[in-house]
T-cell receptor, first 111, second 116 residues
Framework: DQQVKQNSPSLSVQEGRISILNCDYT??????FLWYKKYPAEGPTFLIS?????DKNEDGRFTVFLNKSAKHLSLHIVPSQPGDSAVYFC??????????FGSGTKLNVKP | EAGVAQSPRYKIIEKRQSVAFWCNPI?????LYWYQQILGQGPKLLIQ????????DSQLPKDRFSAERLKGVDSTLKIQPAKLEDSAVYLC??????????????FGQGTRLTVV
């Protein structure tokens, strides 16, 4: 039972353009969401988070949008850089209990 | 600040053998997690410790997997006996605590297990 889904296994974007990574969830009790970035042979590293009391959170080039009614969140990277090429995971939890991860989207930013 | 340390990095064993993984979390982190990541999937929580107590082990296959966190610091995850479907990357992570503002988990590099 996948409660967090990332339906796009991969995404290719030109350097300087916007990257949009999407994530859907099914559990309406989820109230805290995270994005992690993972390079090959490394563990995931925290990127940005958002609480369900907000609909947007920004950190530099990274912005996460949350649409609670649609149970959808997205990560925007503007402008995209080749160093952003990695696998991106979204994760969700209810009341800071167990986090459920999506299957990841592999982003390739072409120079 | 030292990160989460895991060993070994790679392990190849035959099915029905035993294997153990070790994790040293970031100093001062009360919460420790073990995740299993099968190829093409996201990390799945196996067990979560708060200090040396178990908070959640609902997805740990207890007939073959065991984990302990002695003295609330280091942790070991054991599989006995291993099955082919246990082939995965085992990730250890730690965080200050499972409460608002301190939930960011820091991950180790993982141990890639191949069962043949």
């Amino acid at each position: 039972d996948q409660q967090v889904k990332q339906n796009s296994p991969s995404l290719s974007v030109q350097e300087g353009r916007i990257s949009i990574l999407n994530c859907d969830y099914t559990n309406s009790m989820f109230d805290y969401f995270l994005w992690y970035k993972k390079y090959p042979a490394e563990g995931p590293t925290f990127l940005i988070s958002i609480s369900s009391i907000k609909d947007k959170n920004e950190d530099g080039r990274f912005t996460v949008f949350l649409n609670k009614s649609a149970k959808h969140l997205s990560l925007h990277i503007v402008p995209s850089q080749p160093g952003d090429s990695a696998v991106y995971f979204c994760a969700a939890s209810a009341n800071f209990n167990k986090f459920y991860f999506g299957s990841g989207t592999k982003l390739n930013v072409k120079p | 600040e030292a990160g989460v340390a895991q060993s070994p990095r790679y392990k190849i064993i035959e099915k029905r053998q035993s294997v153990a993984f070790w994790c040293n979390p970031i100093s001062g982190h009360a919460t420790l997690y073990w995740y299993q990541q099968i190829l093409g999937q996201g990390p799945k929580l196996l067990i979560q410790f708060q200090n040396n107590g178990v908070v959640d082990d609902s997805q740990l296959p207890k007939d073959r997997f065991s984990a302990e966190r002695l003295k609330g610091v280091d942790s070991t995850l054991k599989i006995q006996p291993a099955k082919l479907e246990d082939s995965a990357v085992y990730l250890c992570a730690s965080s200050l605590g499972p409460y608002r503002g301190n939930t960011e988990a820091f991950f180790g590099q993982g141990t890639r297990l191949t069962v043949v």
